[in-house]
C-alpha cells in the first residue's frame, strides 16, 4: 500500500479544502500518541490503531499487523446483529444507514487541526461527518460527529454517539467512578469479561453524583498509576450520557460514548445539522496518573475556563451559618477570613427573596432581590465591607430553578419542567421545581438574572451556580408535543446557548458549577465554568477517595476543597485542623465552616495553611500529578504529589487512612522529579514540636523516586494533643 499519509495530511492543511481523491490513511498525532484512520473514498471510514505514536512509514507494516479492522463510526441497518454508534429512521421509514467517504478536509482553527472525514448514505442524501480536532503539545484528540439531513423528510436520529473505539480483547481492565450525594467518585476497577457494561445518567441535569462519563481502560491488566498502557475517554456533556463497552465474539471490547438517547429521539429536520457533543480520547504509556495528566494539561490550557489563572483561597458562609444570613454575621466571615490570609469571601444561599423570604429551602428560588431584613444595606454593604477587608466578594445563585412557592411561579407557571395533564412533581423543600431551559424566554431569564447582578454589582468577583435537582416528570410545555423527546437534549442546547451569552457579558467573573455537590463535575460545562464543587462532603477522610477519584479526570485547579467544621456535619467524624487542611491543601483550597467557632489554635494553624498554600499554589494547581498510592487499595495511606512542569519544585502529600497500633505502613517511593536533581526537603503545615528527621536535607530524585522517605506514624506532639490522624505536607524544592 502506498503511504499518502504526510501528503494528504499536508495538503490538506495547506488547502484547507476537501480531497476527494487518494485521501487513504490519516495518522492523526501528538506528542505522543497516533490515531490511524483509512479514509478511502466510496468506504467507510476505518480505524486501524489508537496508541503510542507512530511514524507514517510504519504504517503500512502496523496495517499488516491485525486480521481485519472495524469501521470507526458503525451505523445501524446491514448486519444489525452488533451495536452502533449510529441509528436512523429515514424519511421514508427506512431503518438501514450505508455510509462511504465522499472527502476528507483538515482545516485549522487557531493552532487546532481538525480533520473532517465526510459520508453520506449510500442511496439518502444524509450526511455523516466525523470529525478529529488535534491540539500541538497535547496527547488528546477530540472526536465528534455532525448528522445532517438533506432528505426529503424529517429523519429521527434512535441513536448518535460521540465515538466508538475498538480495543482488542485481552486483559483490558475498565476504571470508572460511581457514587452518590456526599459520596462522589470511588473509583471501581474491573477486568472486561463478555457481555456488555453499561454507565449511563438520566438526572437530566447533574450528571456527575452517580456514574460519570469518563472512563479508563488499562490494557496491561490491573490498573497502575504509573505503568502501563491505558486510553481515557472523557465525554464532554453536560446531560444525559451512555457509555459502554460491548465485548462480543469478535476478539474485541467495543466502546461506545455519547448522548443517552433514552427517551431522547431526535427528530431532524430537512437541512437540519445534528452536532454531537465531543468526546476526548488521550493514551498514556505512564499509567492513569499519565492518562490524568495529559487530560488534566488539556483540560486546563483548552477547556476549563480562565485555566491559567490563580483560584483564590475563599471562606464559603454554608456550612458556618446555613441560611442564617445577616449584615452582621456576613462582615464577622469576612473580617476572619481576611486575618487569616484568605482572599474571597462567597456568600451561600439565603441571602433573597422578598415576598417569599429564603430562610429554608422551600421557597424563593427564582426571586432573586436581596431580602433587605437580612442586608438592609444590600449587596452594595457587602461589597464595601470586603473592600474595607481586602477579600473579594462572591454570591450564591441557582439559575435554573424556581420554587412552586415564590413570585417567579406565580406570574410564570409556564416556564417549568411539567409534563401536560400530570401534577407538579416538586423536589427539595417539597417545592423546588426545574426552569425549561429549552425555552428561549427561560433562556433569557436566566442570562438576566446573571447580567443584572454582575451589572448592578461589577465587584462581584465569584458566583456559586448551583443546580439542586434532577429533571423530575418529562415533559416541556413550550417544546411541542412531536418533540416532547428533545428535551433533555434541547435543555442542555438552551444551558450552553445561555452559557454563551453570560461568558460574552461577563468573562471575567469565577464561576463555580455546584450541582448538589459534585453533580457537575463534568468538562461538558467547564468551558463556562472556572471550577466545580466536589462534593457536600467536607470530611477530610472521606475527601481523600472522592478527590482520588476526581483526579482521575479532573486537575486540582478545578477541584474546590475546603477545610470544615469538626465534628463534620456529614459524617459527625472529629478530625484535626493540621489533617483536615493537609486534604483540602490538595485541591483548590477554601474554608467552609463559621470561623469564630474555632479556638486560636485552629485559626493559627488555618492561617498557616493558607500561607503556605500560597507558596505551593502554582505547583498544585499547575503542576503535573502523580498519584503514589490509592486509598483505595486500603493499605493504610494514601500519597500523591505535585511537580511543576521544570521538575524544580514539588509537593508531596502523605495521609493516613486508617489507624492501628504499630501499623505496618509502606514506604512511598515518589514519582515525576528529575532523577538527576537534588531536593530539599521542607515540611509544610508543621505542628510537630521537633521537625521531622529529614527536614532540611537534599536527596537526589533518583533517591526519593527509589526509596521515598519514612514518615513517622503520628504527629510529635505534646502528649494530650495526640490523635488518631496524621498528614503530612512536604515541599520538594530543587538545590541549584
Ligand atoms: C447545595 C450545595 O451543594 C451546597 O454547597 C449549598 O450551596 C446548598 N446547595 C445551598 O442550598
Not at 486510553?231 to 457509555?243: D, Q
Not at 461589597?383 to 445563585?397: E, H, Q, S
Not at 421545581?433 to 443584572?452: A, R
Not at 466536589?534 to 472521606?542: F, I, P, V, W
Request: glycine share 8%.
Amino acid at each position: 500500500m502506498k503511504n499518502i499519509a504526510k501528503s494528504v495530511l499536508a495538503a490538506a492543511i495547506a488547502m484547507g479544502s476537501w480531497h476527494g481523491i487518494n485521501a487513504e490513511v490519516i495518522n492523526l498525532t501528538t506528542p505522543g500518541t497516533s490515531l490511524v484512520l483509512d479514509a478511502s473514498v466510496g468506504q467507510p471510514l476505518r480505524i486501524l490503531y489508537y496508541g503510542e505514536k507512530v511514524a507514517d512509514d510504519e504504517i503500512p507494516a502496523l496495517r499488516s499487523s491485525a486480521l481485519y479492522y472495524r469501521d470507526a463510526y458503525p451505523v445501524y441497518g446491514l448486519y444489525p446483529q452488533g451495536e452502533a454508534a449510529l441509528s436512523v429512521t429515514h424519511a421514508d421509514g427506512n431503518r438501514t444507514t450505508q455510509v462511504e467517504i465522499t472527502g476528507v478536509e483538515t482545516k485549522q482553527e487557531g493552532d487546532a487541526t481538525v480533520t473532517t472525514v465526510a459520508m453520506r448514505d449510500k442511496v439518502y442524501p444524509f450526511d455523516v461527518n466525523v470529525n478529529y480536532r488535534v491540539r500541538p503539545g497535547y496527547d488528546v484528540i477530540e472526536t465528534w460527529v455532525d448528522i445532517t439531513n438533506n432528505e426529503k423528510g424529517a429523519v429521527t436520529l434512535n441513536r448518535f454517539m460521540s465515538g466508538y473505539l475498538p480495543v482488542r480483547y485481552g486483559n483490558v481492565w475498565l476504571s470508572s467512578l460511581y457514587g452518590t450525594w456526599a459520596n462522589e467518585t470511588n473509583v471501581t476497577e474491573e477486568p472486561l469479561s463478555h457481555g456488555v457494561k453499561m454507565i449511563k445518567n438520566k438526572d437530566g441535569l447533574r450528571n456527575s453524583h452517580t456514574a460519570h462519563g469518563e472512563v479508563m481502560l488499562s490494557l496491561d491488566g490491573k490498573p497502575q498509576e504509573n505503568t502501563g498502557r491505558v486510553i481515557g475517554a472523557a465525554l464532554c456533556y453536560p446531560g444525559n450520557y451512555k457509555l459502554f463497552i460491548d465485548t462480543d465474539d469478535s476478539d474485541t471490547h467495543h466502546f461506545y460514548a455519547g448522548i443517552n438517547e433514552e427517551n431522547s429521539e431526535y427528530h431532524l429536520k430537512k437541512g437540519e445539522t445534528f452536532t454531537t457533543p465531543e468526546l476526548a480520547l488521550t493514551y498514556s504509556h505512564e499509567g492513569l496518573s499519565g492518562a490524568s495528566r495529559n487530560f488534566h494539561k488539556w483540560g486546563r490550557d483548552n477547556r476549563l475556563h480562565a485555566g491559567d489563572k490563580e483560584r483564590k483561597i475563599l471562606l464559603n458562609s454554608w456550612e458556618g451559618v446555613y441560611f442564617n444570613i445577616n449584615e452582621d454575621v456576613m462582615a464577622g466571615m469576612m473580617e476572619d477570613i481576611a486575618s487569616m490570609g484568605g482572599e474571597l469571601f462567597v456568600m451561600d444561599d439565603g441571602w433573597f427573596g422578598d415576598k417569599y423570604p429564603r430562610n429554608v429551602d422551600n421557597s424563593s428560588l427564582g426571586d432573586w432581590v436581596v431580602d433587605t431584613r437580612k442586608l438592609p444595606h444590600g449587596i452594595n454593604g457587602l461589597l464595601d465591607t470586603a473592600k474595607k477587608n481586602g477579600v473579594a466578594f462572591g454570591i450564591w445563585i441557582e439559575p435554573e430553578m424556581a420554587n412552586t412557592t415564590s413570585e417567579l411561579y406565580e406570574k410564570h407557571p409556564e416556564y417549568i419542567i411539567k409534563a401536560p395533564k400530570r401534577d407538579v412533581v416538586k423536589g427539595r423543600g417539597g417545592t423546588q421545581v426545574v426552569l425549561d431551559m429549552s425555552n428561549p424566554k427561560v433562556q433569557d431569564l436566566v442570562f438576566e438574572i446573571v447580567d443584572t447582578l454582575m451589572t448592578k454589582y461589577p465587584a462581584i468577583d465569584y458566583i456559586k451556580w448551583d443546580a439542586n435537582a434532577p429533571v423530575m416528570e418529562h415533559g416541556s410545555q413550550y417544546l411541542t408535543a412531536d418533540n416532547q423527546s428533545h428535551l433533555y437534549i434541547d435543555y442542555h442546547k438552551g444551558f450552553v446557548k445561555t452559557l454563551d451569552r453570560i461568558r460574552a457579558a461577563h468573562p471575567h467573573v469565577t464561576i463555580q458549577a455546584c450541582a448538589s455537590g459534585g453533580g457537575r463535575a463534568n468538562w461538558g460545562v467547564l468551558p463556562w465554568f472556572d471550577e466545580f464543587w466536589t462534593s457536600d462532603n467536607n470530611d477530610a477522610l472521606q475527601r481523600i477517595y472522592m478527590q482520588w477519584g476526581t483526579s482521575y479526570f479532573f486537575p486540582a485547579i478545578a477541584m474546590a476543597s475546603h477545610i470544615s467544621a469538626s465534628p463534620n456535619h456529614q459524617t459527625f467524624r472529629r478530625i484535626p485542623t493540621k489533617f483536615r487542611a493537609d486534604v483540602a491543601m490538595s485541591g483548590r483550597l477554601g474554608l467552609e465552616m463559621q470561623p469564630k467557632d474555632m479556638n486560636d489554635e485552629d485559626r493559627a494553624i488555618c492561617a498557616q495553611a493558607i500561607a503556605d498554600y500560597k507558596k505551593i499554589r502554582p505547583i498544585v494547581q499547575f503542576g503535573d500529578l502523580y498519584r503514589l498510592q490509592s486509598p483505595f487499595d486500603k493499605k493504610g495511606v494514601a500519597s500523591l504529589m505535585y511537580v511543576t512542569p521544570e521538575k524544580d519544585d514539588a509537593v508531596f502529600f502523605w495521609w493516613k487512612t486508617e489507624t492501628f497500633m504499630n501499623q505496618q505502613l509502606p514506604r512511598i517511593p515518589m514519582a515525576g522529579l528529575d532523577p538527576d536533581k537534588k531536593y530539599k526537603v521542607t515540611e509544610l503545615n508543621r505542628i510537630d514540636n521537633r521537625p521531622l528527621p529529614f527536614e532540611g536535607k537534599e536527596f537526589t530524585g533518583k533517591f526519593l523516586m527509589a526509596n521515598g522517605l519514612d514518615i513517622p506514624l503520628t504527629y510529635r506532639v505534646d502528649y494530650h494533643k495526640n490523635t488518631d490522624f496524621s498528614s503530612r505536607v512536604l515541599r520538594l524544592t530543587e538545590v541549584k
